[in-house]
Every structure is written in C-alpha cells, then in structure tokens.
C-alpha cells in the first residue's frame, strides 16, 4: 500500500488541489487526512467537500474541528470576543452538510500493516503526551536554525539526535502518524516510526511548497517527503478579498507573513499579548477586547520601527 499523509489545509484549497494533482503520479492507494481543515484561508467548505470526495480516504479531526464543534452553540448574541473573531466566522459558513462531516470525525485511528500497528492522530501529544516530539514545531525551528537553516536533511538528523539522546515515551513499536506543528519531518527511533506531514496549507519549516508524506509498505517500509510547488499568491488573494480578512485584518496580515515566509509570526504576536497580559496581572482568558486591541496597537508600532 502507498498511503498519502496530508495534515493541516488551514482553507488552503489551491494548496490541497495541487497535493492532490500530484497524487495522481504516485499510485497512491488510500489518502490519510489528520484535520485542521479549516483556519488560516477562507474556502473551509471547498476544502472539506472536495476531501469528501475521495472515496478512498480516512479523516481524523484536528484540534480546529474540535474547536469549532465546541463553539457551536455560542449564542450570535455571545460572540463579542475579538480574540475570536476568526472562529466566529467560520461558524457562520460552514455549511450544515460540512459540519454534519467533521462532528462524526474520530480524533484518532489505528490499522494494522502486515505485524505492524499504525497510529494517527493530528497532534503528536496524542500519541505520546506533550514532550520532547512536541518541541519539533514552528517556534523550536526558527529558534533553533533562524538565516542558518540550509537543507532538509539537516534539519532531520537534529531530530533523530534529540530524540535518541532524550528517548521517546514507553510506548508500542508501530508507526506513529501526525501532524499540528507545520514542520516535515520523520525519524524511525528503536522501531517505532515517526511521521509528520507538515502542514499542507501553512508551512513553517522556511519552505514554502506543499508539503505530504508517501508512506509505502509494499515491500520495506518507506517513507518520502514530498513538496509540491503552486501559485501562492493564489490562497492570499481570496483571503485579501474575503469577509474573513474584514473581521481580522491585523490577525491575517500576519498569518500572510507566515505565508509568504513559511516563518511563525503568529506565534511570537501571540507570545507577546501573553505577556503583556501577564504585565497587567490579567488573568482573564480568553483576552479582553481591550487587551487585545492594545497589544495590536503596541505590537504594531514594534513592526514598524524595525523590533521584529
């Protein structure tokens, strides 16, 4: 079997058509879809109706279908949070049909390959609770490799030596499939194989082509990283044009620099209204309006003057 892993669209539906187009030169035989299907672009129903389409597939929810399920009954009346905004939104477009889809998704699944077991989940704490796989994300890799990053391989021996010198949780021998961090990335540690697709839609591994992982059993297992090249400028101009920029142009202005970078941006704002929350002594989550907006004004004021 030659199974295709895609992880984290965001609403990246050029993103996913391109991974998809590519497929068809693969002999892939069954699609693994690890969730967040929606977040960063606004096409969360072209997104999910074309996964839907392949009959050949198995779905798991990611933590935005979790989050979006959760949210559901919020009152039209409650959502005054802007922190939310985003979310917000794609309550009120997704369509019945497509949330119908996602709320009878599982959060995890597992199949046997010959002796092997196969486990997927969209976050690798779900596999092996929050530790040293966790760190393997957006932040840890700009930290980490920052203008010196030079090559993929590079990037996957730092891992194979951080988690043979800081071992893995006593868990089965089997392979282990996720996604959630936006780094691609895989290492095969004491017979347990680990796989991450990185994100399809949001990449954040300074490589701004789509990323999926092939997992082939036919013979040996094998794992190959693929990286599909598309029109980005595609995704960006629906989200310009879209009613989701409107409602958090500051929030998607950044997310465009992820983008446009496949650098975190996101994250270090978020970092930053974090602490200047904790300035206040405001333990108030989610954030008040108030805080939120002067965060915005002062993070803002930061980019301009050259302070990121």
């Known amino acids: ?16 058509n391109a991974i998809l187009e590519d497929c ?22 072209q997104v999910i109706t074309r996964i839907r ?13 979790e989050r979006l399920i959760q949210a559901m009954n919020t009152k039209p009346q409650e959502r005054t949070n802007e922190q939310f905004a985003p979310l917000y939104w794609h309550l009120d477009n997704i369509t019945a049909e497509n949330f119908r889809f996602i709320k009878e998704l599982p959060d995890k699944l597992s199949f046997s390959i010959g002796k092997l077991k196969c486990y997927i989940a969209h976050s690798p704490s779900q ?11 957006g932040r840890t890799f700009y930290d980490r490799f920052g203008k010196d990053y030079t090559n993929h391989q590079e990037y996957l021996a730092y891992i194979n030596d951080k988690l043979q010198a800081d071992k893995l949780p ?46 082939d059993t036919y013979q040996e297992l094998s794992v190959i990283e693929r990286r599909i090249n598309y029109d980005i400028t595609v995704p960006i101009k629906a989200l310009k044009e ?67």
């Open 1 to 16: 079997m030659r199974y295709a892993i895609i992880a984290d669209i965001h609403g990246n539906i050029t993103a996913l």
């Open 24 to 45: 068809k030169t693969q002999n892939i035989d069954q699609y693994l879809f690890l969730g967040d299907y929606y977040g960063d672009f606004p096409m969360i129903n």
């Open 53 to 65: 389409e392949i009959d050949n597939a198995l779905y798991i929810n990611g933590n935005k279908e």
């Open 127 to 137: 596999h092996f609770n929050y530790g040293i796989v966790d760190s393997f994300n």
């Open 170 to 215: 006593d868990v089965t021998e089997g392979i282990y499939i996720f996604g959630h961090w936006h780094t691609q990335w895989y290492a095969n540690i004491e017979n347990r194989l680990l796989i991450n697709a990185g994100s399809c839609g949001m990449p954040l591994d300074f490589n701004v082509d789509a990323p999926y992982t092939i997992l």
């Open 242 to 308: 879209s009613d989701l920029y409107q409602k958090a142009p500051f929030w998607y202005d950044l997310s465009i620099l992820d983008f446009e970078n496949a650098k975190v941006h996101l994250w270090l704002f978020l970092e930053f209204v974090h602490e200047l929350a904790l300035s206040k002594n405001d333990l108030a989550r989610p954030y008040s309006n108030e805080l939120w907006q002067e965060a915005i004004t002062l993070y803002s004021k930061k980019i301009n003057s050259g302070g990121f």
